[in-house]
């Protein structure tokens, strides 16, 4: 790999599971900006957004995906807003190859329907909240070259047609 792969797309599209298998394939390693977030603050992710609100959140992000992009190719798996922020864009499109990973609304309500270290998700009505954030990050989710669903094929047919899109597109760049 020439380029570090990321993975962008909302909480519950496989980011994480197929992120990992898709590294085991390549041979490269797996980070996820929220765990890289947390180890170096020192902090949840729950407790940032809490006491520093989405903003600050969003500029640690911005900044964590700057220094690992500059390391050795890995993959990359984002938070479902990291495409909110013009400059993670900007960096990942011109430092990556980004794949969105897509997922249904009903497929995404039942992945994080029992997971309660959502922070955006701590509403009364989540499916609202979750189809608004899907709404608001769609248009900027599609301006990644590379997509994938994750919710009609099984696992390792997802993860195969990840491998063959990466391998595709990288020799293209």
Known sequence: MRQAIVLVGMMGSGKTALGRQLAQRLSLPF?????EIEKAT???????FEEQGEAAFRGYE???IAKLLAGEPCVLSTGGGAVMDAGTRELI???????WLKARLETLLNRV???????????????????QLLDTR?????????????????FEETVE????AVQNHQNTV
């Open 62 to 64: 911005r900044t964590k």
């Open 31 to 35: 980070l996820d900006t929220d765990a």
């Open 138 to 154: 769609t248009p900027f989710y599609n301006e990644a070259p590379i997509q994938i669903e994750t919710d009609v094929k099984g």
């Open 161 to 164: 047609a990840m491998l063959k």
């Open 42 to 48: 020192g902090m949840r992710i729950a407790h940032i």
């Open 93 to 99: 499109a011109a430092k990556a190859t980004v794949i």
């Open 113 to 131: 329907s029992k997971d309660k270290n959502r922070p955006l998700l701590k509403t009364d009505n989540p499916a609202a909240k979750l189809q």
